[in-house]
C-alpha cells in the first residue's frame, strides 16, 4: 500500500470513527500516520516520525500516548492540536540542572533533543556529540573564536566534544573510535568514521567487535589493541581518540579551568587512564566496549593515532630519549675529566 | 714554536645562522621538556606560553635551515664540499680524527690532524657527524614538527606517516639527539689550542690555526 493511500485509509478510519466512542490512541496507530513519510506531503516534515530511530529511544517505552495524552481516537479530525509533555515532567532533575545555566536563555530541549530520536551518551560517537552543538553554532565561527586562544583549534574541537570543556564532570574518559581510511593515490587518505557496514564488510562473517576485540569477553586488552593496529592499515583501519566527560551534564558554562593546557595535557596517576572503545551496530548505535586501563594509553602500538602531548607519552621512549641526552653529557664529562688529569702531557715546552 | 696564522673561516650570514640556530635549538629543549614532562618541567609555568614558544623557536630554526641550505647549497655552492665526507676521510680519516681526541690528545704527542681551511673547515669526524645532524636528523625533527603543529590540516599525511604517536615518538626520539649534540659540540669546540679558540670564529670570523695547512686567500700571519 503505498504512502498516500494509507494516509487516506487512516483518514478514512478517524471519519468513520467520528461520533464514536472518544479513546486515547496507542503508539501503533500513531505510527500507523506518522512513521510513513507520506505524512510529509499531506501535513509538514514536522509530523514524520522515523519509526526505526523511534523504536530504539527510551521514550518508545512509554509510547506516544505518554507525552500526547490528549490525542483521542478522533484525531486529526477532531482539529485540535495534540498536548505535549514538557520535557521536566519526567527529566525534572536535568531540567532543573539545564535551567541553572545560561544556555537555557538560548535553547530548549528540543532544540538540542528530538525526543523521537533521542539516545543515550553512551551509544553516540563524540563527532556525533557535536553535530548537535553545530546545528546553532557555527562550526567556522566557534573555529575562529577558539583559535583565538586555542592552538590548533580544529584539532581540539575534532578530539574533544564541546561538552567535555563546557560542562563539568567528575571525571574524564578517552573514548576511542574506528575508522575507515580511504587509500588515495597520489594524495594522503581520506578517513571517516567508520559504519557498520563498512566493519561488517571487513569482519565478513564474524562480528564486527571481534575485529578488535578477540576473544570477545568484551573487554579491550593492550595485546588486542596491539593486534588489532598492527593489521589495522591493511584492512583500511584506525583508531581515533577522543576525549569525553564520564558523567553528562547539562550545566552549560565556559568554566575557568578549561583555559589552562594542563587541565588535560598534564599526567598524573589518574589522569587519561581510563579509555574505552566504540564499536557502530546495526541499529545505528556505538557499543562501547571497557578498555584496559592505564596501559593502553602508554603503549606505542596501543593507540597510534591519538597522542594527548604531555598526558600519554610512551614511558619506554622517555627512557630510551633520556638515555641518548645522558650520553651526550657523559662525553664532556668523562672526556673533560681524563682531560684534566692529562693536563700536563699537553703543556708547551 | 708552532706558527699561527689568522684565517676567516666563518662569514657573517653563518655565524648568525649558527648562533640563531643555537639559541632555537636550546629554547625548542627547554620548551620541549616542559611539554613531554609538565608535572616536573615547569620552567616556564604556563604550558601554552611553552607550546608557543615550541612553536616559534621550531619555526626559526626550520626557516634557519632553508637559509643555511640556501646559501651553501646555491650562494657559497660548497655545501658537498664542507659537509660531505670524502671516501678516504670515511675510510681512515674518521679514524685519525677519533684517535686523536680519544687518545693522541690525553698522551700529549700528537697534534691535531686536521687544519681547517674556509675550503675544508670541517674534520672528517666533524664532517660525519654533520651529516647525520643537518642531512638527516634536522629534515626529519623539522618536518615531523610542522605535521605535529597542524595535525588537523595535515591530518591525512599524518595519516600516511603513521600516526600521531609515530610522529610523536620520532620528534622526541630525535630531540634527544640534538640534545645529546649540543653537549657533544659545545665541549668539542673546547678543544682548541685555547679552550675559546674555537668559539671566537664563530663570533669574528677569525680562527688562529696552528701549523702551515691554512690556505685560504683570506689567511693572513698572525
Given at each position: 500500500m503505498s504512502g498516500a493511500k494509507r494516509w487516506g485509509v487512516g483518514m478514512l478510519a478517524v471519519a468513520l470513527g467520528w461520533g464514536g466512542v472518544a479513546g486515547a490512541m496507542d503508539t501503533g496507530e500513531c505510527q500507523g500516520c506518522h512513521a510513513d513519510p507520506a505524512i510529509v506531503k499531506e501535513g509538514g516534515g514536522h509530523l514524520y516520525i522515523d519509526g526505526a530511530r523511534y523504536e530504539r529511544t527510551a521514550h518508545a517505552d512509554v509510547g506516544c500516548p505518554s507525552c500526547h495524552e490528549g490525542v483521542s481516537d478522533a484525531h486529526p479530525g477532531d482539529g485540535l492540536r495534540p498536548t505535549r509533555a514538557g520535557c521536566?515532567?519526567?527529566h525534572d532533575d536535568t531540567e532543573a540542572e539545564y535551567r541553572a545555566g545560561r544556555h537555557a536563555d538560548w535553547a530548549g530541549c528540543t532544540d538540542c533533543h528530538d525526543p523521537h530520536e533521542v539516545k543515550p551518551t553512551e551509544v553516540v560517537s563524540g563527532p556525533e556529540l557535536n553535530r548537535v552543538c553545530t546545528g546553532c553554532h557555527d562550526l567556522g565561527a566557534v573555529t575562529a573564536s577558539h583559535g583565538a586562544w586555542l592552538l590548533q583549534p580544529e584539532l581540539h574541537l575534532e578530539a574533544v566534544p564541546c561538552i567535555t570543556c563546557h560542562t563539568g564532570a567528575p571525571g574524564y574518559v578517552i573514548a576511542f573510535y574506528l575508522e575507515r581510511v580511504e587509500e588515495r593515490p597520489g594524495r594522503g587518505p581520506r578517513v571517516a568514521l567508520a559504519t557498520h557496514a563498512e566493519l561488517a564488510a571487513v569482519a565478513g562473517t564474524e562480528r564486527v567487535e571481534r575485529l578488535v576485540?578477540?576473544?570477545?569477553?568484551g573487554i579491550i586488552s593492550l595485546a588486542e589493541l596491539r593486534a588489532f593496529n598492527r593489521g589495522a592499515r591493511g584492512r583500511g583501519l584506525r583508531l581515533w581518540g577522543m576525549v569525553l566527560p564520564d558523567r553528562v551534564s547539562h550545566r552549560y558554562a565556559t568554566l575557568d579551568d578549561r583555559w589552562d593546557c594542563t587541565f588535560c595535557h598534564a599526567r598524573g596517576p589518574e589522569a587519561a587512564q581510563v579509555s574505552t572503545l566504540s564499536v557502530p551496530q546495526a541499529d545505528g548505535r556505538q557499543r562501547r566496549f571497557e578498555v584496559e586501563r592505564g596501559a593502553v594509553l602508554d603503549a606505542l602500538y596501543g593507540t597510534p593515532d591519538f597522542y594527548l602531548v604531555g598526558a600519554t607519552r610512551n614511558d619506554t621512549l622517555s627512557w630510551i630519549g633520556l638515555l641518548i641526552v645522558a650520553a651526550g653529557a657523559a662525553m664532556p664529562l668523562g672526556h673533560g675529566t681524563l682531560r684534566f688529569l692529562t693536563r700536563n702531557n699537553r703543556r708547551e715546552g | 714554536m708552532q706558527v699561527r696564522q689568522r684565517v676567516y673561516l666563518t662569514p657573517t650570514a653563518v655565524r648568525i645562522w649558527h648562533w640563531l640556530n643555537a639559541l632555537g635549538i636550546l629554547t625548542l629543549c627547554v620548551t620541549g621538556a616542559e611539554l613531554r614532562f609538565p608535572e616536573y618541567a615547569a620552567a616556564l609555568g604556563d604550558y601554552k606560553a611553552a607550546v608557543r614558544l615550541h612553536n616559534a623557536a621550531g619555526l626559526v630554526v626550520a626557516v634557519s635551515y632553508l637559509l643555511w641550505f640556501g646559501y651553501y647549497a646555491f650562494?657559497?655552492?660548497?655545501l658537498i664540499q664542507l659537509y660531505v665526507p670524502r671516501r678516504e676521510e670515511l675510510r681512515t680519516g674518521v679514524v685519525r680524527q677519533g684517535l686523536y681526541y680519544f687518545f693522541h690528545f690525553f698522551r700529549g704527542t700528537r697534534e691535531n690532524p686536521f687544519h681547517p681551511t674556509p675550503q675544508n673547515k670541517f674534520n672528517p669526524l666533524q664532517k660525519t657527524a654533520y651529516l647525520a645532524i643537518m642531512f638527516l636528523c634536522t629534515p626529519l625533527v623539522i618536518v615531523t614538527g610542522v605535521l605535529l603543529m597542524n595535525v588537523a590540516p595535515l591530518r591525512d599525511w599524518v595519516v600516511a606517516v603513521g600516526g600521531l604517536r609515530f610522529l610523536a615518538a620520532a620528534h622526541w626520539l630525535l630531540a634527544c639527539i640534538f640534545c645529546a649534540f649540543v653537549f657533544v659540540h659545545a665541549y668539542l669546540a673546547t678543544l682548541g689550542h685555547t679552550p675559546f679558540a674555537h668559539f671566537k670564529p664563530m663570533w669574528t670570523g677569525w680562527e688562529e690555526v696552528e701549523?702551515?695547512?691554512?690556505?685560504?686567500?683570506h689567511s693572513k700571519a698572525a
Open positions: 521536566g515532567d519526567c576485540d578477540g576473544d570477545a569477553d | 650562494v657559497a655552492r660548497t701549523g702551515g695547512g691554512a690556505g685560504g686567500r
